[in-house]
């Protein structure tokens, strides 16, 4: 924990609050999760914007790898001289992947994946964690994800992060793509998913937090003091 220093606009008292270094959000709502990061086979690695990684509090993408033992973050645009999305990629024992949809895509759903290529190379999937339009300016320049293999899933649901508009309601939050993915790669056996619910829990206790904080702003009644006219 560290600490951080807020007054408020009025120029009154100095407040400090403790604030979680791993989720960037105060100790009293802290997100992280109380049990050990699940394990998985799959490595997850979440290629990041930097208009994510500058937000100072908790995306979904970082929700996801506080949920993870097997997954990392890799901010940038370019990856193709990233030191580590290189080794990442140059590994011999790794298969590496980008989760992206399209039509030569292996479709993870419907058993199209040619698990015997993959023999036993670990899997490696890489996700763009931003906006769809920022995930396009990180394709065009990046060419090397679009060497890689695609694999895809069918969601199961739609979205239910309402609080975000989305192109389709099938395009799904980081943390809930993580979700179908995993569950796709088990009914696919190649990996499994013991606790399904686990990152679920962590979405909707981030969704419904940010929702409250919508109705409080939305009413005047529950608005701080210094917000209200003198």
């Known amino acids: 924990m560290e600490r951080m220093r807020a007054a408020g606009i009025d120029g009154g008292a100095v407040e400090f609050r403790e604030v979680c ?13 109380s049990e050990p990061p699940m394990p998985t086979r799959t490595r997850v690695v979440l290629l990041m914007h930097p208009m994510e990684w500058k937000h100072e509090k908790c995306t979904t993408g970082r929700l996801t790898c506080l949920n993870l033992r097997n997954s990392e973050i890799i901010p940038g645009l370019r990856f193709g001289d990233d030191p580590r999305y290189r080794a990442l990629v140059d590994d011999p024992a790794n298969f590496p ?3 992206y949809p399209g039509k030569d ?8 994946f040619p698990a015997a290529e993959l023999g036993d190379r670990r899997l490696v999937v890489f996700l763009i964690d931003s906006t769809w339009a920022c995930a396009k300016a990180i394709l065009r320049e990046s060419p090397c994800l679009r060497a890689l293999p695609c694999v895809k899933f069918t969601p199961t649901v739609p979205s239910r992060y309402v609080i975000k508009r989305q192109p389709d309601p099938l395009c799904l939050s980081t943390i809930e793509a993580t979700h179908e993915l995993l569950l796709a790669l088990e009914n696919a ?5 013991p606790d399904k619910e686990r990152l679920l829990r962590s979405f ?27």
Not at 21 to 26: A, I, L, M, Q, Y
Not at 105 to 112: E, I, Q, R
Not at 189 to 193: R, S, V
Not at 204 to 230: H, T, V
Request: hydrophobic share 35%; glycine share 6%.
């Open 189 to 193: 056996g190649l990996d499994a998913y």
């Open 97 to 99: 992947v980008l989760l």
């Open 21 to 33: 270094w791993s989720c960037r959000r105060p100790k009293a709502l802290c997100l992280c999760p």
């Open 105 to 112: 895509a292996f479709d993870l759903s419907s058993g199209g």
């Open 204 to 230: 909707f206790a981030m969704r419904d937090y940010q929702l409250e904080r919508i109705a409080d702003d939305r009413n005047p009644r529950r608005k701080k003091k210094w917000d209200r006219p003198s």
